[in-house]
């Protein structure tokens, strides 16, 4: 018993200790004029799942929960978040060329039906974010249509 004790302490000072180790979480930018919901008029339905299903990690309007500043979970949600800002980033939508825009919207519809995105860890703390299979259809019959739109 004893040596369990000394290793829930030792555990205990170990989780304060990475509480103080420096992790700089992406900032957070609400007014983003290149933004894809700000300029572009997509239909409700879409805007709601991109915003709750996609903007945390996807643009510079992360809203950071709780557990995002607790070491370690802390460390793994500022990964996904700049990795996920690194591309695509709605926030930096339209300053991209019609090619790129297009390359994304593809990658956004093999990320939704392979049912990869949003990242299934995401879903467990935010149930609001799952999407049902209509919906997944959905976004990426839209994402097809916007990418036909682009070249018309
Ligand atoms: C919890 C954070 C998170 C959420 C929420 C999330 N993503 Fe991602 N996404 C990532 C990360 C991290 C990567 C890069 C690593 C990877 O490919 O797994 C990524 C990569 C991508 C890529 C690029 C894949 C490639 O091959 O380059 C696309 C497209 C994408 N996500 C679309 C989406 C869409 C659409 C949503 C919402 C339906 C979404 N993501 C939700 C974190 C997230």
Not at 51 to 72: F, G, L, M, Q, R
Request: net charge negative; hydrophobic share 40%; aromatic share 10%.
């Amino acid at each position: 018993m004893k040596i369990v004790k000394l290793l829930i302490l030792v555990l205990l000072i170990a989780v304060v200790i990475i509480q103080f180790i420096p992790n700089d979480k992406p900032e957070v930018v609400l007014t983003n004029e290149n933004d894809l919901i700000y300029n572009n008029q997509l239909p409700e339905n879409i805007r709601v799942m991109l915003k709750e299903s996609c903007y945390d990690c996807h643009s510079n309007e992360t809203i950071y929960p709780w557990y995002s500043y607790v070491a370690p979970i802390s460390w793994l949600v500022v990964r996904d978040i700049k990795l996920g800002r690194d591309e695509p980033n709605f926030s930096h939508w339209e300053s991209q060329s019609k090619i790129d825009k297009a390359k994304n919207l593809d990658k956004i519809i093999d990320e939704v039906t392979d049912e990869n995105m949003p990242m299934p860890i995401y879903t467990i703390m935010h149930a609001k974010a799952k999407l049902s299979d209509d919906e997944r259809q959905l976004l990426a019959e839209w994402a097809e249509s916007y990418a036909e739109s682009l070249f018309e």
